[in-house]
């Protein structure tokens, strides 16, 4: 090694180490400021509990704190920050227009999103009258309510269904029509659950008897109104939304959650419990309950998520390290955060920085349509959207048996009958996820940045759900469109192949010059100066079928000629 060399490998190491100090301290003082954060909220919280009888049974409830996320970049409230439609508007860091609605005994505000058109709101000193709402209670087994109506099951409020605490003012009610019809339009959703229940809170003078309650939370609680809560689809707009609405409004660790309305139980709840510290349906409670402070989740329907299907919203994935040096209101690293999250919440590693396995293989998913029971108003059949799924499923199956030596591992995703946990295992180990369009590739959201989707879209379904998906968080996609419902299996083992044989090319190109090195250390100077002039598209063609040894380096002319 020449002098020139050896000054550079000292830099090199010198800069390692440089980097290597950074993210120690970076790391160690965002968990610094979390545990303050924590420390702080819950000493001011506690400073403000109300005396008297009322009962603190919740206090001591275990509350979960915020994982570190690779992808994690800091939400603002500053409006002149975030751009109006911009991707960092759309996904949740436009709720910057602030208006304080309420500030005497209790409080009450809202955050509002011009790019959204939504609103989230918090409030503290507010009562939760779970007799006033009418709605079945919520949480039962699907089985034991079969054929109950989605009318019985969504809140409706009546007057003082949610009180918040105060003195006596002209208006007994918190907000007027023009308040809701400004900052929590319905956005012609017919029933708009929120708004109803923004529209239900009176002011309780603080001085009367009238504001009594049986049970206090003093913890941070969402408040979330469901409508189509058993398909995953919807139901990842209101995790997004619930996850969001902690962050604008700064919670310092992950709240409860309570259901305001009647749904059944779904295997669905099994994430909702473990994104936050704890779930429980407003019937639950006997008596009055009062929360010290109440954040009121957005509808899924007002997640970009939703209104990308039916506008336009050019944003494309990115790395957050990448937004952090070059902020681009064109590029989005939420939903990548949103995704660490989730396998975050089920205890999977997700640290960009730790040792990766050595490589075993390709995982790739297929995720299956299966029949199951929904809800109370389904008859457990799914729509098929892919006539012959298991021809399709043999045929892939037949060509992995077929190539042994590329180490692909076909995982049969039926979805229907596994755990939440192993559904998001399964995605976040896939390095191809194929499927047929339908709510279950909604998984792809949780999906690592170098997976690779193959989605199979019948000429009835052909909506771009995934594909946006894919798009926002920067992944690979591809998409077989089909003439009805029935997929040609040759056509998709023909994708599946091209899929991986480029996936392999590019990883050649990434270790260029490992082919060289083991010809070199196997003494075969002929075979070096051969491989030196095989393209990668050529070397390509033999990546699965070589392994890199000496005696098997020896038969690579061959295999390049045929």
Excluded at 117 to 129: A, D, F, K, L, Q
Excluded at 359 to 366: E, Q, Y
């Amino acid at each position: 090694m020449n002098k020139a060399q050896s000054k550079l490998l000292k830099i090199v190491i010198f800069l390692f180490a440089l980097n290597a100090l950074s993210l120690w301290l970076y790391f160690s003082s965002n968990h610094h400021n979390s545990n303050n954060k924590q420390t702080e909220y819950h000493s001011s919280q506690t400073s403000n509990h109300r005396s008297g009888t009322e009962n603190n049974n919740n206090s001591n409830f275990h509350l979960k704190a915020w994982p570190i996320l690779p992808s994690y970049l800091p939400w603002t409230q500053n409006p002149n920050k975030v751009t109006f439609r911009s991707c960092e508007a759309y996904f949740g860091n436009g709720f910057s227009r602030r208006i304080d609605v309420y500030s005497s005994g209790g409080w009450f505000r809202c955050y509002y999103s011009e790019t959204l058109r939504s609103s989230i709101c918090e409030g503290g000193s507010v009562r939760m009258v779970p007799e006033r709402i009418k709605m079945s209670s919520g949480g039962e087994r699907i089985e034991d309510v079969i054929g109950r109506s989605e009318e019985e099951e969504l809140p409706d409020f009546e007057s003082g269904a949610f009180e918040i605490l105060g003195f006596e003012r002209r208006s007994k009610w918190l907000v007027d029509e023009g308040f809701l019809d400004a900052y929590v339009p319905d956005g012609g959703i017919m029933r708009h659950t929120m708004r109803g229940l923004i529209r239900s809170i009176r002011v309780v003078d603080n001085n009367s008897k009238k504001f009594h309650c049986d049970q206090w939370i003093e913890e941070p609680t969402l408040l979330v109104t469901r409508f189509e809560y058993a398909n995953l689809f919807h139901t990842v707009t209101d995790w997004y939304n619930a996850y969001v609405a902690s962050r604008v409004t700064d919670l310092p660790y992950r709240p409860h959650v309570i259901f305001v309305d009647g749904h059944s139980r779904t295997p669905l709840e099994e994430t909702w419990k473990a994104l936050f510290s704890s779930l429980r349906y407003a019937k639950d409670f006997s008596g009055s309950v009062c929360l010290r402070h109440a954040i009121l989740v957005p509808l899924g329907y007002e997640t970009a998520l939703f209104r990308g299907l039916s506008q336009e919203i050019n944003c494309q994935g990115a790395s957050a390290h990448d937004l952090w040096q070059n902020p681009d209101d064109k590029k989005t690293a939420r939903l990548s955060e949103f995704g660490e999250m989730i396998r975050a919440a089920f205890d999977f590693p997700i640290n960009r920085h730790r040792a990766e396995k050595p490589f075993s293989g390709h995982d790739v998913l297929f995720v299956r349509r299966e029949d199951y029971l929904a809800h109370p108003r389904h008859g457990g059949k799914v729509e098929s959207r892919l006539s012959n799924e298991q021809e399709v499923f043999d045929s892939l199956q037949t060509w992995v048996s077929n190539h042994l030596e590329c180490k692909v591992n076909l995982i049969n995703g039926l979805f229907a009958h596994m755990p939440m946990k192993e559904q998001v295992r399964a995605v976040q180990d896939a390095s191809v996820i194929i499927g047929a369009h339908g709510a279950g590739l909604t998984h792809i959201v949780s999906a690592t940045p170098k997976t690779i989707i193959l989605e199979i879209i019948s000429s009835y379904f052909r909506r771009p759900h995934f594909q946006l998906i894919a798009k926002w968080k920067g992944l690979e996609y591809h998409a077989i469109y089909l003439d009805g419902s029935y997929a040609n299996p040759s056509i998709v083992l023909d994708r599946f192949s091209r899929i991986m044989k480029a996936n392999e090319k590019g990883k050649v190109k990434k270790k260029g010059n490992i082919k060289h090195e083991r010809a070199r250390k196997c003494g075969m100077d002929d075979l070096d100066r051969l491989m030196r002039s095989v393209s990668n598209f050529q070397w390509s063609k033999v990546f699965c079928r070589v392994k890199y040894s000496c005696k098997n380096l020896m038969a690579i002319p061959a295999y390049i000629s045929e």
